[in-house]
């Protein structure tokens, strides 16, 4: 066989890389299309951070700045935090807790109308923060209380940026929906669910 025969002809000029590399994209997009339609979804789901849009790990913004857009000056909206979750403080020793962990519950969160948000020991006694930390899920049915715990700790031990959130903020998210069974972010926002507000608290790293 002469070497001419394995050189292109004008009827079948060689391939350039770009177009190999395109045909095996588009074989493996036509691949995926056929067989693998399940996969778009799910890692949509598991990308898809409501009311965090493209913020990355530790950034947080506060219940405020989860208005649509808001991100679109990070450099002055956005703060870092690094919060511990409640189960650290849970099981973590008295000398780092900030405070006491006999501190009544309700000396600090206002006592509620709602479920789980009337937090009392069978003598009628306030539930002390660790004790509230460790209630059955029907007792603390939302895990708000759980979470607002530690997300206090965790801005008192300075691990929350302020912008994102204050004590003064938990304890007013924690009052409202105490009080009224949901929290307004800001005004003309869908209401939060406790469910909300705990995603919020986990998802921006202010109790995760």
């Not at 965090?52 to 991100?71: D, H, K, R, V």
């Not at 403080?89 to 109308?113: D, E, L, M, R």
Request: with cysteine.
């Amino acid at each position: 066989m002469s070497n001419h025969e394995n050189m292109p002809s004008a009827d079948h000029p060689a391939q350039s890389p770009d177009r190999a590399e395109s045909g095996v994209s588009e074989a493996r997009r036509r691949l995926l299309v056929r067989g693998g339609m399940a996969t778009g979804p799910i890692i949509l789901t598991l990308t898809s951070r409501p009311v965090l849009g493209g913020l990355n790990p530790g950034e947080c913004i506060s219940p405020s700045q989860t208005l649509s857009g808001a991100l679109s000056h990070r450099g002055t909206k956005v703060g870092t935090c690094n919060g511990r979750s409640p189960g650290y403080w849970k099981n973590c020793s008295a000398g780092n807790w900030p405070i006491p962990q006999s501190t009544p519950f309700h000396s600090i969160f206002v006592v509620g109308t709602i479920a789980g948000s009337r937090l009392f020991n069978p003598d009628g006694s306030m539930m002390t923060m660790l004790q509230v930390l460790n209630l059955l899920g029907y007792e603390d049915p939302y895990k708000v209380a759980f979470h607002c715990i530690g997300a206090y700790l965790n801005i008192l031990k300075g691990l929350i940026d302020p912008k994102a959130l204050t004590a003064e903020g938990v304890i007013a998210i924690w009052r409202e929906w105490a009080l009224n069974g949901k929290y307004v972010p800001y005004a003309g926002a869908t209401p939060w669910t406790g469910t909300d507000i705990v995603n919020y608290l986990k998802n921006n790293y202010i109790s995760p």
